[in-house]
């Protein structure tokens, strides 16, 4: 199976950037589409980006759409979100996840692995 590990997150103000990595590691990485979910207390965890296999498509939940992109590095194996623009009701921790499944996925029972999640807090 594929390992996940996720790293980037940090404290910034409103209108700001981070960019987040994620990790992968175990298994080939392009065999993996992958996504980007995040979580804050007491919420369940929502869907923010997602990207194909090849990185062809991408897929995002329309509260960041025009901020935030999602991008990988299959030779590296490594996927990003790029967060401009952001907002404090962004704040949340990010986790990234890998499926097997074809095509890009927003639902999170379809994302068999995931990482240990990078929090991300937005000052307004």
């Known amino acids: 199976q594929v390992q996940l590990a996720e790293s980037g997150g940090g404290l910034v103000q409103a209108g700001g950037s981070l960019r987040l990595s994620c990790a992968a590691s175990?298994?080939?990485?392009?065999?993996?589409?992958m996504g980007w979910f995040r979580q804050t207390p007491g919420k369940e965890r929502e869907f923010v980006a997602a990207?194909?296999?090849?990185?062809?498509?991408?897929y995002y939940t329309d509260s960041v759409k025009g901020r935030f992109t999602i991008s990988r590095d299959n030779a590296k194996s490594l996927v990003y979100l790029q967060m401009n623009s952001l907002k404090p009701e962004d704040t949340a921790v990010y986790y990234c996840?890998?499926?097997?499944?074809?095509?890009?996925?927003?639902?999170?029972?379809?994302?068999?692995?995931w990482g240990q999640g990078t929090q991300v807090t937005v000052s307004s």
């Open positions: 990207i194909s296999r090849s990185g062809g498509s991408a």
């Open positions: 996840a890998a499926t097997l499944g074809i095509g890009v996925r927003s639902i999170p029972n379809e994302y068999p692995y």
């Open positions: 175990g298994r080939t990485f392009s065999n993996y589409g």
